[in-house]
């Protein structure tokens, strides 16, 4: 399985290959073309992830994780949690068909969004 790490980086933004993937979603998608289908994973992080991108990049053949902003569009809002519903460690999750939503506290609330990860098969100790 190849992996692939995806910093901030400047590209021309000249060539949409999905207009409502906005200009990071379509650098993301332009950078992984040619990957389609070959059972790779890539990580992003918050400045790149939302939940359009990784259903798209999920029907294209690519599994995604990373971090996510909690004002992207599509986020499920009934995620977002204060310190008043999490204490350090607790976290509380989301599915989909083919997406989980994670929120984990730390310090403060950190959200993930992950196509990688098999939620179906969850081992408690």
């Known amino acids: 399985m190849g992996t692939c790490i995806l910093h901030r980086c400047t ?3 000249d060539e949409s290959v999905c207009d409502e993937l906005g200009a990071t979603g379509n650098i993301v998608v332009r950078l992984l073309r040619g990957l389609e289908h070959k059972n790779h994973v890539v990580f992003t992080d918050r ?3 939302s939940p359009m991108l990784y259903s798209y990049l999920s ?3 690519i599994q995604a994780c990373g971090t996510v902003q909690t004002n992207r569009k599509f986020f499920r809002k009934q995620l977002i ?3 008043k519903d999490l204490e350090h460690g607790q976290h509380k999750f989301l599915c989909s068909d083919d997406m989980a939503a994670v929120v984990w506290y730390d ?3 950190i959200y993930f969004l992950t196509t990688f990860h098999d939620t179906t098969h969850v081992k408690v100790c």
Do not use: D, E
């Open 11 to 13: 590209l021309a933004v």
């Open 47 to 49: 400045f790149y992830t």
């Open 59 to 61: 029907q294209s053949g």
């Open 81 to 83: 949690s204060t310190k």
């Open 107 to 109: 310090k403060r609330p």
